[in-house]
């Protein structure tokens, strides 16, 4: 099964606007991080919520998790072109693992000024 | 702000050659993690390793690969008989704790011919 799905697939929105991206998950588990990932770099942390929190916020970004719905959403508010990026969200295995991540597939979001 | 760092960032090699792939963690941090990328896939999970010894892999982590820490400072993951499928970028992450966040360097792109 898969963990971590993000949508949309693809995202497509204007400067100034808000873009929200959803991610579903099927086993429990201890957090969830979103990362962004700029075409052909490395992955950026942008927050981590763990499973006993239900909203988290950090500058212009907010995150949900709904643990029932095993889903968490990413909203950036005012987005600007250098928000253009893929974002993932990761979890990790739950239970005893070290930690490991499972990522999406990733939503691919296009700001255009 | 400390970072991941990782060397080289682009490797060139024959199928069946061996390659060592180098990160420097983030001083404070114990647990290591290397994912790779597959060209439009996925970020996917290697190994993890804590307190000088593997904590957990994956499936494709099989017998050519190998971690470790030869001199307490560098972590290096190396393939010892490469194959055309393993081209794809490999990212070394590091966290403080395992289920903290983890901060993953730029990544080093593979490419085997």
């Known amino acids: 099964s898969q963990q971590g799905e993000e949508d949309p697939q693809a995202l497509s929105i204007q400067e100034g606007e808000n873009a929200t991206m959803n991610c579903s998950y099927k086993t429990s588990i201890n957090n969830l991080q979103w990362y962004r990932q700029n075409s052909g770099r490395g992955l950026v942390h942008l927050i981590l919520?763990?499973?006993?929190?239900r909203e988290k916020h950090s500058g212009r970004l907010r995150v949900t998790l709904d643990t029932s719905k095993k889903s968490s959403s990413l909203l950036i508010t005012a987005s600007r072109a250098a928000d253009t990026a893929s974002y993932f969200c990761a979890t990790d295995a739950g239970g005893g693992s070290q930690g490991n991540l499972i990522f999406g597939k990733g939503t691919k979001l296009s700001v255009k000024p | 702000e400390p970072e991941v760092t990782q060397t080289p960032s682009h490797q060139v090699t024959q199928m069946g050659q061996e390659v060592i792939l180098r990160c420097v963690p983030i001083s404070n941090h114990l647990y290591f993690y290397w994912y790779r990328q597959i060209l439009g896939q996925k970020v996917e999970f290697l190994v993890s390793?804590?307190?000088?010894?593997?904590?957990?892999k994956s499936e494709i982590f099989d017998d050519q690969f190998s971690v470790e820490r030869p001199d307490g400072s560098n972590f290096t993951l190396k393939i010892r008989s490469t194959k055309l499928e393993d081209s794809a970028m490999y990212f070394c992450a590091t966290a403080t704790v395992s289920y903290n966040e983890q901060f993953f360097g730029p990544g080093t792109r593979l490419t085997v011919l």
């Open positions: 919520i763990r499973s006993n929190e």
């Open positions: 390793f804590y307190n000088n010894e593997i904590s957990e």
